[in-house]
């Protein structure tokens, strides 16, 4: 496998999470739910414990933060990994495999790399700054879509865009285009970053869930901004995703 030893290591912690994973899923683990009401486990709670033992192994001195653990570490760092062990849980427990491993990394607070790994898909994605996106080992690219009545259209979480003035806008945007379509989670970032789907819109989410498949789709061609058109950083909560060439077209009406 090409790629720095940062990389190589991200690869080998998503490994070892998709080892726990596997083990729990389909094994009618306990659920409880956190203060914000989304549900964890302890195969959350032990992936993340897997992945954070093979980072900090290589990497003792980086920042770590966890959707389970929180942030530690790395106080004289430039680097902070972002993990979500489990991204989809509800799915996990529910025992339909939309659900993946997701881990990032920034320097001095800039996205560098990602690795997107869903193991019963048995599909890992994975990017580094300026060395293209790969999905099991193949290079990948968006598409060269530019027309709506061509493309199509991935909704994930969209309860806050509901409630607004954009909403009519989105419907707007969904009778222009070809299709519509809501996969969700990983895997319609994967299709986009792939070429097979060209724009993706979510208004409730956070940096963990999408800061790794922000470095794949950039690194495969596309771009990536929250629905305001600012930066993916560590306050995101919304996305807008599309191969690039299409984005104008979406801006017109969205």
């Known amino acids: 496998m090409a790629g720095s030893e940062l990389l190589q290591t991200a690869i080998e912690a998503a490994r070892a999470a998709e080892k726990v994973i596997r083990h729990y899923y389909l094994g009618?683990?306990?659920?409880?739910?956190?203060?914000?009401?989304?549900?964890?486990?302890?195969?959350?709670?032990?992936?993340?414990?897997?992945?954070?033992r093979v980072i900090q192994a290589q990497f003792p001195e980086h920042g770590f933060y966890g959707e389970e653990g929180g942030r530690h570490g790395g106080e004289n760092s430039p680097y902070l990994w972002l993990i979500d062990p489990i991204d989809g849980t509800k799915s996990f427990v529910r025992e339909y495999p939309?659900?993946?491993?997701?881990?990032?990394?920034?320097?001095?607070?800039?996205?560098?790399?990602?690795?997107?790994?869903?193991?019963?898909?048995?599909?890992?994605?994975?990017?580094?700054?300026?060395?293209?996106?790969?999905?099991?080992?193949?290079?990948?690219?968006?598409?060269?879509?530019?027309a709506l009545d061509q493309a199509t259209l991935s909704l994930g979480n969209v309860s806050t865009l509901a409630g607004?003035?954009?909403?009519?806008?989105?419907?707007?945007?969904?009778?222009?285009?070809?299709?519509?379509?809501?996969?969700?989670?990983?895997?319609?970032?994967?299709?986009?970053?792939?070429?097979?789907?060209?724009?993706?819109?979510?208004?409730?989410?956070?940096?963990?869930?999408?800061?790794?498949?922000?470095?794949?789709?950039?690194?495969?061609?596309?771009?990536?901004?929250?629905?305001?058109?600012?930066?993916?950083?560590?306050?995101?909560?919304s996305l807008l995703a599309t191969n690039g060439v299409i984005r104008p077209e979406v801006l017109k009406i969205f």
């Open 28 to 52: 009618n683990v306990a659920v409880r739910m956190k203060e914000d009401r989304t549900p964890v486990t302890v195969a959350d709670e032990e992936t993340e414990e897997a992945i954070r």
């Open 98 to 146: 939309f659900f993946s491993t997701q881990i990032a990394l920034m320097k001095d607070g800039e996205l560098v790399l990602g690795v997107s790994n869903a193991p019963l898909f048995e599909e890992m994605a994975w990017a580094e700054q300026g060395g293209g996106a790969f999905l099991n080992g193949e290079p990948i690219a968006v598409s060269d879509i530019n």
């Open 164 to 237: 607004s003035p954009r909403w009519a806008r989105l419907g707007e945007l969904i009778r222009q285009v070809n299709r519509t379509r809501g996969y969700g989670d990983f895997y319609h970032y994967h299709l986009l970053a792939s070429g097979k789907a060209e724009i993706i819109v979510e208004s409730d989410l956070n940096i963990l869930d999408i800061a790794a498949l922000t470095v794949i789709i950039r690194e495969a061609g596309g771009e990536v901004t929250d629905l305001d058109g600012g930066p993916v950083g560590l306050d995101t909560t």
